[in-house]
């Protein structure tokens, strides 16, 4: 062992996919061991994607043994199973800081390697970016290739679709479809299974260039004869096999092939090399490949936990879930959506009650909430659990479906406020600042279970657009005592005081959501410097008349400073937006005024010893510092 790390035979070897292709053909299978064994290994400590990198290790073995990365460009989709292409890129010796605190990123990122042409963290946008490398390298005169590597679970995704009917034939690109789970193909049978192997192979396309030039060369008639027959190929093939969407679209497809056997995926992606055109490269794969209780069940290790995280039985999602069903009881048009993330959402309660009221869209937000729409229209409740950074691919539905029309479509947002393990792709940032200027549409931000689930019934009664937004993981047990105490009434929603209205305060910071705990210790480092400040906790945001006015009632007599806090962007947040309803009251009573926000910026990764609060400039230190210049 080495700081940890297992000593391989052939990973510490690779710096580069050159090193890689000196390897023996033979010694690859090793080498897939090897790797396979790392990836259980990082992630068990580290957290992140297991399943998904275990099913991929041959079929990028053999991508960057056939093309030539960085030159040729690489994209994921998502990017969540691009471990082993770091591994094969140079930073397998820094693969112990994947997603760590100023360690690599789980996910592909421009600024971390050159190998790294395209960042992602979203699905079904790979072959859109990829199209676009495809296409400058086209207008420039290169002969690079680009390679997509795109799910299945991606093709529910709208953007996939339009990428692909923009596809033109004369591209080098390359699209990889990996097929893992959804089985888009027709179960392959003896001659499918025949007629992809006859695909893979040098001399079927030699044979096709070669009996293409001969029909057209047939005077009069050699065209209309090479079409004839074309078709006629097409109408066999489709009667035999099905019909074929990509070919349809004009593309080559070659597949499919098992996407775990290094020599087939090899072979079959240097038959698509050769083409030197647009070429759809169907792999099927398997999910966890290697490690047995990921195969078995790869759901459970598509993200996991680091090692060193407490695992609580609730988390904010599992409650939420559980009280929508309890909800969905005595009210029969409650309906729950989600896109491709029941579990991670905590629908899966929901999905076995209420199968027929449970709507699985695909990983298509936009529909989602057009759906929701159309079913809030005609006389139904629907409830749409998405995380927040997915809810961005939204925006529109929300603003002209949604709110334009004023339909009682309540929106749970998951996942909000900073994250530190996924990076800037995975904040939920944007929510409070997009959500805050669209009219019609009430936030509620609880921080407690009782608060969530009351402001989902306040949600619900209100028949109005809402947005309920809460963290991941569990409520905060100290942070709960600290703003309730033993109040029996702990579900009415509106805002909490961490002081009485006649006490004497120096400041008050007005915050929400968990940020709240780090303007707790901030409070009590000011109080040993001889600062008093009280805390302000919204458990609602909007409408900023009523929250305006609630802090405004509570303010203590002789308050010289308001600070505003939150783990959001600043540009159109809940301190604009509140500072800008209280500003002649404060104004008037010469009391100053700040806002800390994150910086509109995205919070990249952190200095080793840091917390994500402090990547973002909001943490205890910050708002010390903030309130006391604030004073002067």
């Known amino acids: 062992m080495d700081n940890g790390k297992v000593k391989t035979e052939y990973l510490s070897r690779i710096s580069s996919p050159e090193d890689l292709k000196t390897i023996p053909r033979e010694e690859l299978g090793a080498l897939a061991e090897e790797i396979r064994a790392e990836l259980v290994r990082v992630v068990s400590d580290n957290g992140g994607h297991l399943a998904s990198n275990l099913g991929v290790v041959e079929l990028t073995m053999a991508i960057h043994r056939v093309f030539d990365c960085p030159f040729d460009h690489l994209i994921f989709d998502v990017g969540h199973q ?286 989602a909430l057009t759906f929701a729409a159309g079913l809030a229209a005609n006389g139904k409740r629907p409830c749409v659990a998405v995380y927040s950074t997915f809810m961005q691919r939204a925006y529109d539905s929300i603003i002209h479906d949604v709110a334009l029309q004023r339909l009682p479509v309540l929106m749970m947002i998951d996942r909000a406020g900073l994250n530190a393990g996924d990076g800037a792709t995975h904040h939920g940032i944007f929510d409070v600042a997009f959500f805050s200027h669209i009219p019609n549409v009430r936030i509620y931000t609880p921080v407690s279970y009782r608060g969530l689930v009351a402001s989902m019934q306040t949600a619900v009664a209100s028949a109005e657009p809402c947005a309920i937004r809460y963290p991941s993981g569990a409520e905060n047990s100290s942070l709960i005592a600290h703003f309730y105490g033993d109040d029996a009434d702990r579900s009415e929603i509106g805002i909490r005081c961490d002081f009485d209205k006649n006490e004497q305060r120096s400041a008050v910071i007005v915050t929400h959501g968990r940020i709240a705990a780090e303007a707790i210790k901030a409070a009590v480092e000011l109080g040993n410097k001889g600062i008093s400040v009280g805390i302000i906790l919204l458990e609602m945001l909007k409408p900023y008349d009523e929250s305006a006015r609630l802090v405004i009632e509570a303010l203590p007599q002789g308050v010289r400073g308001v600070l505003f806090l939150e783990e959001e962007i600043r540009s159109g947040g809940m301190g604009m937006n509140l500072l800008d309803k209280t500003s002649r009251f404060l104004e008037e009573n010469e009391i100053r005024a700040r806002i800390l926000a994150t910086d509109d910026d995205f919070v990249e990764s952190v200095e080793k010893g840091s917390n994500i609060f402090a990547a973002a400039g909001v943490e205890a230190n910050s708002i010390v510092k903030t309130v006391a210049e604030m004073l002067g």
């Not at 027959?229 to 074929?244: E, R, T």
């Open 82 to 367: 691009s471990y082993v292409h770091k591994m094969l890129t140079g930073r397998y010796d820094r693969i112990d800081s994947i997603r760590r605190a100023g360690g690599i990123s789980g996910f592909p990122k421009r600024s971390e390697s050159e190998y790294d042409c395209f960042g992602a963290g979203h699905s079904s946008t790979s072959i859109s970016s990829a199209l676009g490398f495809a296409t400058a390298d086209r207008l420039s005169g290169s002969d690079a290739y680009t390679i997509a590597v795109v799910g299945d679970g991606a093709f529910t995704g709208g953007m996939i679709h339009e990428a692909l009917n923009n596809c033109k034939k004369d591209l080098r690109l390359v699209i990889i479809l990996n097929e893992n789970e959804m089985s888009i193909s027709k179960n392959i049978g003896r001659f499918a299974t025949s007629l992809s192997k006859i695909r893979a192979s040098a001399g079927y396309f030699k044979t096709k260039r070669a009996t293409g030039i001969f029909l057209r060369k047939i005077p009069f008639v050699g065209n209309a004869l090479f079409e004839g027959v074309k078709k006629l190929k097409m109408m066999l093939k489709n009667a035999l096999y099905g019909s074929n969407y990509f070919e349809s679209m004009g593309l080559t497809y070659l597949g499919p092939v098992d996407g775990n056997d290094y020599e087939a995926v090899e072979k079959l992606l240097a038959q698509a090399k050769k083409l030197g055109e647009s070429v759809i490269v169907h792999v099927k794969t398997t999910k966890g490949k290697g490690y047995e209780p990921a195969e078995n069940a790869p759901a459970n290790y598509h993200s996991m936990a680091p090692a060193v995280a407490t695992h609580n039985k609730d988390s904010f999602s599992s409650v939420m879930g559980h009280a929508l069903c309890e909800m969905g009881v005595d009210d029969s048009s409650l309906l729950a959506i989600t896109a491709a993330m029941s579990d991670g959402t905590g629908l899966e309660e929901w999905r076995t009650r209420f199968p027929d009221r449970f709507f699985d869209v695909g990983i298509a937000e936009g529909h």
